[in-house]
């Protein structure tokens, strides 16, 4: 049976994430189609369309959908989602947000952010903060999964030649209201997608400090993260944080500052390919997964950095 | 306003887990276990709404072991007016939870219900969202910010672009985030008088509620572990190993 990829996207442009998710269901095997819900978003089809390993992409366009609220977006793909042997999504905050309500619609388990396909019915996924992975055996008829990005390299973002096609779309359910969004500006590459990314974390000691990461981050083409405590200070927002229950990110290189390195943390950057770790506790427990851990204080050693690379 | 607050039981978040050694899960024999956080961030939010005069009564409800009620209790002494333990000693999905909060919601008839984000042991992120699909409710997930107003309730939700507000009808459903508040800790005449507080025990059967699940674990092993790294000595020695070694600037 064919497969049903729940794309992300903001009515514009189709999300990076996607790509990955793509390359999880080619994984499983089967016809890929992609669903675009939204409105507006003919470009995002296009380029869905383009995506290698997709042979279907499927449009719902409607203002209903223009902010994907789970209430109106859950119902449309729980309904598509019938004549599929699998729905999949992004583990993004989006895809979180619906899927569960798409797999109950169905009368299904989910299952959440795998990292591993192992066949089409069996599934690695990190649990208790990944310190343990569990490799899960599914018996629904629709197995709704959503995709950590950093499990699956990206689908080629052209190559393939899919057709659009547009379906019905179901009404407004009239339960919620989009009211406002304030979304982050920033030049720098996003967070769960560069190459290269530098947290801060408590020993920053406040906002103003994050400036030093962010030289350093500009000079290498880097994104700049956080931890959680740095969040709750205040320091920098909510999307920064790295984590357990915040962003996981696997780049090539990962620079934790002035971070312990709690589990919660641990969680979302350990699959990253090299660590680094300044801190000045030689102690910390970031040092027991940094390939170059440097024991000094961030305010000589990150401006020192900044001037080498 | 009755608010309606789930919670779990969960291995304490200080707790560094290992699998067993027949990968049947992880070793829970003599592990400290607590209140998952976010549903503490979630009781917290429900007593915060009792003291603006929002909410009326705060009914807690956890689906797990006996053993629970030691949650249900803690939360009772944060400020929650009864709890509902719907005992079973098997493992519940998310969906099984979420069938079973159905059939509390249909009875209590909550004009909200709260729940944390996300389990840290299972960290399905799942069961608010499920909830939200069997009672048509609306749903406000990783919420930082929560304000009843009339029949509808403003939730600003913390998304990987930043932050987005929703509207939502009530009755509606509300999963917290972090940065929602801080949860405060019991007082000893609190715990005290939670003792006294109602604790009803009932089953899912008796709530009209199968438990099977769709979904079953196969193994849990531990994850790769990352081979021991060096110290560098000075920031110039940094930067020639990842120049020249792992060749990733
Ligand atoms: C439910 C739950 C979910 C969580 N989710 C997350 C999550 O997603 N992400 C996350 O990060 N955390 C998360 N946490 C929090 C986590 O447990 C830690 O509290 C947090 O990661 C600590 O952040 P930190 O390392 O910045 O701060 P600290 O632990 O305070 O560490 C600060 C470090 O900075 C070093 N330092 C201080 N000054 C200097 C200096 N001048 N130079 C060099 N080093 C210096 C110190 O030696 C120390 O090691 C979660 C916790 C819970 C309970
Ligand atoms: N067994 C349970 N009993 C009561 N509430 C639960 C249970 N499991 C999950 N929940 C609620 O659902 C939230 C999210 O859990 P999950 O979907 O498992 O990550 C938790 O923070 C609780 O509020």
Redesign the interface.
Known sequence: MAILVVADHNNSALGASTLNTVTAATAIGGDVHVLVAGTGCAAVADAAAKVAGVSKVLLADNAAYA?Q???NV?PLV?ELGKGYGHVLASA???G??????????L???????ITKVESAD?FQ????????????????AVKVITVRSTGFDAAAAEGGSAAVEAVATAND????????????KSDRPEL?AAK?VISGGRGMQNGDNFELLYKVADK?GAAVGAS?AA??AGFV???MQVG??G?IVAP??YVAVGISGA??HLAGM?DS????AINKD?EAPI??????????DLFE?VP??ES?? | MKVLVAVKRVVDYNVKVRVKADETGVDLANVKMSMNPFCEIAVEEAVRLKEKGVASEIVVVTIGPKEAQEQLRTALALGADRAILVETAEEVGSLGVAKVLKAVVEKEQPGLVILGKQSIDSDNNQTGQMLGALTGMPQGTFASKVEVAGDRVNVTREIDGGLQTVALNLPAIVTTDLRLNEPRYASLPNIMKAKKKPLDVQTADALGVALTSTVKTVKVTPPPTRQAGIKVKTVAELVEKLKNEAKVI
């Open positions: 902010n609220l789970p209430e859950a729980a993004t905050t989006t979180k947000n619906i899927l569960p309500r798409v797999a109950a619609a009368d299904v388990d989910q299952i959440s952010e069996t996924r990190p649990i208790y903060a990944g310190n343990a992975i569990a490799t899960v055996q599914s018996s629904a359910a009239g339960v919620s209201a989009f009211v406002g969004e304030e979304l982050a769960t290269i290498l959680r969040v709750d927002p909510n999307d357990q229950t962003k090539q290189l589990i919660q350990k390919k090299v660590i680094v030689e040092f027991q997964v940094a390939d170059y851990g440097l024991v000094a050693a020192e950095l080498l690379v």
